[in-house]
């Protein structure tokens, strides 16, 4: 199913322009970019009113406030420069064997 949504006026330069099973279609600065599920796992189960309150966080971000999300333009355009690693720390550990 697709979701299609006109959320954002021209001047904001971030909408969503489709949400379907597998991503997110967006529109950041007149360039459009798919983000699948498999890349943003979280977003998947994400409210759609959550996902389509989408905006520009200075100008090199986007955000989604209900959601506590962001993601710097860059990776949308050179994902294979951010690749999707879980760094551990100690604090991860506490109270845990």
Do not use: C
Request: glycine share 6%.
């Amino acid at each position: 199913m697709q979701t299609l949504s006109n959320n954002n006026s021209a001047s904001t330069l971030v909408s969503v322009l489709m949400i379907n099973a597998q991503g997110i279609m967006l529109s950041v600065q007149g360039h459009d970019y798919f983000l699948s599920y498999n890349r943003i796992p979280w977003m998947q189960d994400a409210p759609i009113r959550s996902v389509l309150n989408v905006q520009m966080s200075g100008s090199e971000a986007i955000e989604w406030p209900d959601l506590d999300v962001d993601l710097e333009i860059d990776s949308l355009r050179h994902p294979e420069r951010y690749p999707l690693v879980i760094k551990r720390n100690a604090f991860d550990y506490v109270g845990g064997k």
